[in-house]
């Protein structure tokens, strides 16, 4: 059953390359839309009323085992709260091993003269510095509509993505959570077809 964005509270574009954060309160739901297709989605949660409890990967990933995310995954936080639970998934598969874009990890895969490129850790840290969170708040984040499989001998691979345009994940919070988002600005490997482009952030009540 798909929600009416006339009734969305919020429903607004951010173009590629850029960071937002916003406090998805109890109850509410939160979409994610992937507008062209092949964007990754850096995505940060902290529980709102103590930002020292946040998404755990690897809680995450024992309490569904699975290393995906999907429809049905409950996010957990390093406190062994359920911060948000995916409620729908149009593209099926989302990681939360790769981790995020950064000036060093660019240098090391991609070569020095790339150090200096965009990337999803300024993103975060610009946004961490205006609501006064240390860089240590950075840890590990989902990377949605990012299409990272696991070789067979254990290998991880960052390929083309899966997602078409207009594919969206939604998740609805089991409490107050603080989002934040890099809409990743990297060109240099193919989670974002070479091509980062916006999406859509859509709130209901
Ligand atoms: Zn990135």
């Given amino acids: 059953m798909s929600k009416d964005t006339k009734n969305a509270i919020y429903n607004e574009k951010l173009p590629s390359g ?23 989605v850096d995505t940060l949660f902290y529980n709102n009323d103590n930002l020292n409890d946040r998404y755990s990967a690897n809680d995450t990933i024992r309490e569904q085992g699975s290393i995906f995310i999907t429809t049905g995954t409950k996010l957990i936080s390093t406190d062994d709260n359920v911060l948000m639970e995916i409620v729908e998934d149009t593209c099926g598969n989302h990681d939360t091993l790769g981790g995020h874009c950064s000036a060093e990890s660019n240098s ?4 020095l003269d790339k150090k200096y490129m965009h990337s999803c850790r300024d993103n975060y840290l610009t946004i961490a510095a205006q609501l006064e969170m240390s860089p240590k708040d950075i840890t590990n984040n989902i990377n949605f509509f990012m299409n990272v499989p696991v070789e067979e001998n254990g290998h991880l691979a960052i390929v083309d993505g899966i997602s078409k345009p207009g594919d969206y994940v939604e998740m609805v919070a089991h409490m107050d959570t603080l989002v934040l988002i890099s809409n990743c600005p990297q060109l240099n490997n193919p989670c974002n077809g070479y091509n980062p482009t916006p999406i859509q952030l859509i709130i209901w009540d």
């Fill in 108 to 111: 090391v895969r991609f070569g």
């Fill in 18 to 40: 850029l960071p937002w954060a916003g406090v998805i309160k109890k109850g509410q739901t939160f979409r994610i839309v992937d507008l062209e297709g092949c964007q990754a």
